[in-house]
């Protein structure tokens, strides 16, 4: 009996501390940076549909650093010069194309119709977006290291857990913020202020851009 009471509750401190890690997450991925500000534009720009397949996107490439910092890559990551220069090169350059994507078509004439957009792009630009920022992996990693503990300590299903909040609740989160951005007065004041809100989400893209770069030094 005393063994049952106990492991009862070990199970409730596990969740609670589930609970508190999900909390943590979630002001985490609201936290502004290349992927809210690209998912951002796009809801506005291209609809909801675009705008949930770019959170699906940016869910995606956080399964791959949720699996990284979990397992404990995320260290060797960030003891290598020479993997962390290379991925920030590689984010820098991936977050300034977009930068430049951006301001061209800001000044691009009106045709009096949407472009067309492609189904996958705006998945892909998601998946690109996060995967290419090298300092996910290391933000995860701070933020799950008081979380980890022992693995002797913690239930079998704890690890998975852990990745399961960070890549679901990112998958949600990020596609209810696309669906709520299509609300008509959010949508309408961004039609009039279009080229001038596309010029200032290049404008700060090439800022992260060059942050990711100078952080090199």
Same mark, same amino acid.
């Given at each position: 009996?005393?063994? @049952? ?8 401190? #596990?969740?609670? &501390? ?8 979630? *002001? ?8 809210? *500000?690209? /998912?951002?534009?796009? %809801?506005? %720009? ?13 869910? @995606? ?10 397992? #404990?890559?995320? /260290? ?6 020479? !993997? $962390?220069?290379?991925? %920030? ?5 991936? /977050?300034?194309?977009?930068?430049? $994507?951006?301001?061209? &078509?800001?000044?691009?004439?009106? @045709? ?26 290391? %933000?995860?990693?701070?933020?799950? !290291? ?5 693995? #002797? ?19 949600? /989160?990020? @596609? ?14 961004? &039609?009039?202020?279009?080229? #001038? ?21």
């Amino acid at each position: 009996m005393d063994g @049952s009471l106990a492991n009862e509750d070990v199970a409730m401190d #596990g969740l609670i &501390e589930l609970a508190a890690f999900a909390g943590i997450m979630a *002001l985490a991925q609201f936290s502004p940076g290349p992927d809210m *500000l690209l /998912l951002t534009r796009t %809801a506005l %720009a291209e609809g909801r549909a675009a705008g949930v397949r770019m959170a699906l996107g940016i869910a @995606s490439g956080l399964a791959l650093h949720a699996t990284l910092a979990v397992g #404990g890559v995320s /260290l060797a990551v960030r003891q290598s010069a020479g !993997v $962390r220069t290379a991925l %920030a090169w590689l984010g820098a350059a991936y /977050l300034g194309w977009l930068a430049w $994507r951006l301001a061209r &078509e800001a000044f691009a004439p009106a @045709s009096g119709r949407a472009p067309a957009v492609r189904p996958g792009h705006a998945y892909l630009r998601g998946l690109m977006c996060n995967l290419l920022n090298p300092k996910v992996v290391v %933000a995860l990693a701070a933020i799950l !290291v008081p979380f980890l503990g022992d693995p #002797g300590q913690r239930p079998a299903w704890w690890r998975p857990a852990l990745w399961a909040v960070i890549v679901g609740q990112a998958a949600l /989160l990020w @596609s209810l913020w696309a669906c709520l951005l299509q609300v008509d007065r959010l949508r309408r004041a961004y &039609e009039r202020a279009k080229r #001038g809100i596309d010029l200032l989400f290049a404008a700060v893209l090439a800022g992260l851009a060059l942050w990711l770069v100078v952080g090199l030094g």
